[in-house]
């Protein structure tokens, strides 16, 4: 069975913020492929497009466990059982033709971790190198999706800003999945006032453009069928897929809303959100729900503007 990337659509929005692959597609005929240990058990020389999955000697319903090794450690993280769907969605989905990283310049500094994957009685491994977000496979190297760069490093690097805001997308999937809110259409914001200074997404997007990002990462999109970059650029802006990120205080909107205010300020300047879960405040204007709050506790963390669909 393949896992199918089924997007949650909450009153035809957030479709590109959160997804929950949860949904079973369709059933998949494997190839025959022999079991062995290592890296060295794909084969992808097909003249047709393949999926990753489908070349692994084992199915999604056989991983008991999954865990990450570290560069340059004999240590292992266990990937939480609720997280694991990130990376067997991802090479369910990993088309190997369109993702594959050939003829990419390797990274300055490669950081090569261990993705295992415990199946039965057997372990099988693949090379996942963090500085280029790739999976390696038979020698080969294709890249993976934003979700699993995302998930990696909160798993090895905890402290660092990109895993707390793996942390708030996840904890925000999970309030939508679990609790299902409903919008408050009864009120319309002013499109002024849910602007991050004085800009909508496309205005960040022309102005990010021109800015030289202090670093780009490639990842694998199988919505759209090719490889993006997620860029993080100075003063806490981040790109990833259709989102623009905020998560510092020097970006803020007219009514003076920035990352560090508490909730009761946040309330105080722009007023009740739309849409409100523990970690996620969305606020309207028009019919669109295009700007995002996300809370760590009682802390404003970041400020995210999708683009218009």
């Not at 957030?14 to 890296?39: C, D, F, H, Y």
């Not at 895993?163 to 299902?180: F, H, I």
């Not at 790109?239 to 510092?248: A, D, G, P, T, Y």
Request: charged content about 25%; overall charge negative.
């Amino acid at each position: 069975m393949k896992l199918s990337k089924a997007s949650m659509v909450i009153g035809g929005f957030l479709v590109l913020l959160v997804s929950v692959w949860i949904a079973i597609q369709m059933t998949s005929t494997r190839p025959s492929v022999e079991k062995t240990t290592g890296s060295d058990f794909v084969s992808a020389g097909d003249d047709e497009a393949v999926y990753l999955l489908d070349k692994l000697p084992f199915d999604q319903e056989e991983v008991r466990a999954i865990s990450v090794q570290p560069p340059d450690s004999e240590a292992e993280i266990e990937v939480p059982d609720t997280r694991r769907y990130v990376i067997l969605q991802n090479l369910a989905w990993l088309n190997m033709k369109a993702a594959a990283a050939q003829g990419v310049p390797a990274p300055a500094g490669k950081e090569e971790a261990k993705l295992r994957f415990q199946v039965k009685n057997e372990t099988y491994e693949l090379p996942y190198d963090l500085g280029s977000n790739t999976i390696e496979a038979d020698g080969r190297a294709y890249y993976a999706d934003d979700q699993v760069y995302l998930l990696v490093n909160e798993l090895l690097r905890p402290d660092s800003q990109l895993a707390e805001l793996e942390n708030l997308l996840e904890q925000a999937r999970a309030e939508l999945e679990q609790e299902e809110p409903n919008i408050d259409e009864a009120v319309r914001y002013e499109a002024a006032r849910l602007l991050v200074d004085g800009k909508d997404y496309e205005g960040w997007r022309k102005e990010l453009e021109q800015a030289k990002p202090l670093s780009q990462t490639p990842f694998y999109s199988d919505e759209y069928g090719k490889v993006q970059y997620m860029r993080q650029y100075e003063k806490g802006v981040y790109e990833q897929s259709n989102l623009i990120i905020f998560m510092s205080g020097e970006h803020r909107t007219e009514d003076d809303v920035y990352p560090g205010l508490t909730r009761q300020q946040v309330l105080d300047r722009l007023g009740k959100p739309n849409l409100q879960t523990e970690t996620l405040w969305s606020y309207m204007t028009g019919e669109n729900l295009n700007f995002f709050l996300y809370f760590n506790e009682d802390q404003l963390s970041c400020i995210a503007l999708r683009q218009p669909n």
